[in-house]
Every structure is written in structure tokens, then in C-alpha cells.
């Protein structure tokens, strides 16, 4: 089986030990399926350009909360709009 560019990254990441379980599993998994229920009515959908390395890095960040990149983004926008986020 041939493996992608991100695929060989996540695979190398594993094998060098850099993975770690996460500790109360239970409750994070809670969170992120309640932000998940809380972005998951999708009436409109929108088109974005963004640099590869962004991308990437929010492909490798949503991997490493185990979800799907687009659910991250989704619920990053989300906690922007209701006040969430705030800046640095």
C-alpha cells in the first residue's frame, strides 16, 4: 500500500513515539462531540484559499484531536463568531 505525503508523516510521527494517549479520553471526546453538534447544521457552504502550510497544519492539529480538518476549521470559525477565541 502506498502511502500519501501526510499519510508517510503521520506513520513517521507514530514510529518516532511522538504520540501520546490522552488522558481523560472520555471527557474530550464529550467536547469535541458537542462543538461537532454545534457546527454540524451546515446550510451554506463556502469556498476558501489557504497556504498549503496551513492546511497542513490544520489537517496534522484536527489529526491529532481526531477529527476531520473541515470539523476543526468549522468549529474554529464557531468559537470566533459567538466570542470563544479571543486574541493573543
Same mark, same amino acid.
Given at each position: 500500500?502506498?502511502?500519501?505525503?501526510?499519510?508517510?508523516?503521520?506513520?513517521?510521527?507514530?514510529? !518516532?513515539?511522538?504520540?501520546?494517549?490522552?488522558?481523560?479520553?472520555?471527557?474530550?471526546?464529550?467536547?469535541?462531540?458537542?462543538?461537532?453538534?454545534?457546527?454540524? !447544521?451546515?446550510? !451554506?457552504?463556502?469556498?476558501?484559499?489557504?497556504?498549503?502550510?496551513?492546511?497542513?497544519?490544520?489537517?496534522?492539529?484536527?489529526? !491529532?484531536?481526531?477529527?476531520?480538518?473541515?470539523?476543526?476549521?468549522?468549529?474554529?470559525?464557531?468559537?470566533?463568531?459567538?466570542?470563544?477565541?479571543?486574541?493573543?
Amino acid at each position: 500500500m502506498k502511502l500519501d505525503k501526510n499519510e508517510k508523516e503521520l506513520l513517521d510521527s507514530f514510529e !518516532r513515539g511522538e504520540w501520546k494517549s490522552v488522558p481523560h479520553l472520555a471527557g474530550v471526546k464529550k467536547h469535541f462531540q458537542e462543538a461537532a453538534g454545534e457546527t454540524s !447544521r451546515k446550510d !451554506r457552504r463556502i469556498n476558501i484559499r489557504l497556504s498549503q502550510k496551513d492546511l497542513e497544519g490544520i489537517q496534522a492539529r484536527a489529526a !491529532r484531536d481526531g477529527m476531520p480538518y473541515q470539523t476543526l476549521i468549522s468549529s474554529v470559525i464557531h468559537k470566533f463568531v459567538v466570542g470563544g477565541l479571543k486574541e493573543a
